[in-house]
């Protein structure tokens, strides 16, 4: 072998010793753990509002039952131009705020006054709207306690929402949209809901400090229970007659009957500043 001839050789021995260095190198580079910046834990979602737990049941105490009666010729109910638009044919064609029947009187609030305990709920009240009607026409709520808002319908609605002349919110719902929930302000007493877009729709909603509260039905009969035993003021409230009140004492597992009476002369009382 020529010295030319093993220098060659010997190049090529070194540059294949090179290669598979830069090819251990490489892999060992490879081999190196790529670090990236930690994610943020994802983001419970918030509990829908008819989630939220039941509160929990009233138990003890008397109940309180009771009719709530009219008396006279109640006044004729105004007639409502019914509407073209589809989702609003099951609407009602007569005014709605004064419901006799046989002589009683139904969407009647009455309600227990003053502060008492087991005043918190969770849960919301619900108004629905279907058929271009509120429903119910007429609630309570505990104070503090939220509203939430339907759309049974397929049109549009807006439920703007009135304490007195002072607006409290204005919600637009699309057909079907989603539900929407509001808290009141401390200092609301009587809330009215209306709809801008159907004008003849009104719902109310009594907030109370304490949750002894029913409204009537139909028959004009209403039931209060687990009231502790003791003396109490009970308020009846009418969107168009107003209010009356009387006085009931509550015994432990009693039940203790009472009775209210509105007139046409109610609604001219209940209209003066």
Known sequence: MTWRTLGISMLGTAGLLALSGCKQESSSTDRTPVTTAPQAPARAAAPSAESAPED?????????????????????????????DPACQDMPLVDQSVRVAEGKLGNVLVRVRGLMPNARRS????VDQH???????????????????KNSDGTLHNARALSGTRSIFNVAQPPNGKPVQRALPPDVEVLRLKCDIHPWMTSWVLVNPNPFFATTDAQGAFTLEHLPAGAYTLEAWHETFGTKTTEVTVKEGETSPVSFEFSAQDAKAAAQP
């Open 123 to 126: 849960r919301p009240v619900v």
């Open 56 to 84: 929990p049941p009233l138990t003890g105490g008397g109940t309180v039952k009771g009719i709530v009666s009219f008396k006279g010729t109640p006044p004729a109910a105004a007639p409502i131009t019914p509407s073209q």
């Open 131 to 149: 058929g271009c009607t509120y429903s119910p026409r007429v609630q309570g709520a505990v104070t503090g306690q939220p509203v939430l808002i």
